[in-house]
């Protein structure tokens, strides 16, 4: 059973930064490529930034690369997500998903099998 908790979420003002975490069990971590989505109101989930299965690579979406940076602690089975100089259009719900390996770097979201239940992120101007 693969289980994914997100936390970190909540209220920031444009410019700020913040951090999400989705921690899952070592079995997972070291098994499916761990990535993260979003789904701002009313629109459809995209894609964010993924690690591959083993850790050696990270993907990104072109347009959050400057701003979001992925990290995983492997001591502790936890993938993160920094966001730094946030605006409005960062308002979503952040989801943390997994794929098997062979979707490394995929982003399409019905590649992803497992999903936690989402953490929201909400930025004021």
């Known amino acids: 059973q693969v289980q994914l908790v997100e936390s970190g979420g909540g209220l920031a003002q444009a410019g700020d930064s913040l951090r999400l975490s989705c921690a899952t069990s070592?079995?997972?971590?070291?098994?499916?490529?761990l990535g993260w989505f979003r789904q701002p109101p009313g629109k459809e989930r995209e894609f964010v930034a993924s690690?591959?299965?083993?850790?050696?690579?990270?993907y990104y979406s072109d347009s959050l690369k400057d701003r979001f940076t992925i990290s995983r602690d492997n001591a502790k089975n936890t993938m993160y997500l920094e966001m730094k100089n946030l605006n409005p259009e960062d308002t979503a719900v952040y989801f943390c998903?997994?794929?098997?390996?062979?979707?490394?770097?995929?982003?399409?979201?019905?590649?992803?099998?497992?999903w936690g239940q989402g953490t929201t992120v909400t930025v004021s101007s």
């Open positions: 690690f591959k299965w083993d850790g050696t690579k990270t």
């Open positions: 070592g079995q997972t971590f070291n098994m499916y490529n």
């Open positions: 998903t997994a794929s098997e390996a062979k979707y490394a770097g995929s982003i399409y979201y019905g590649h992803y099998a497992y």
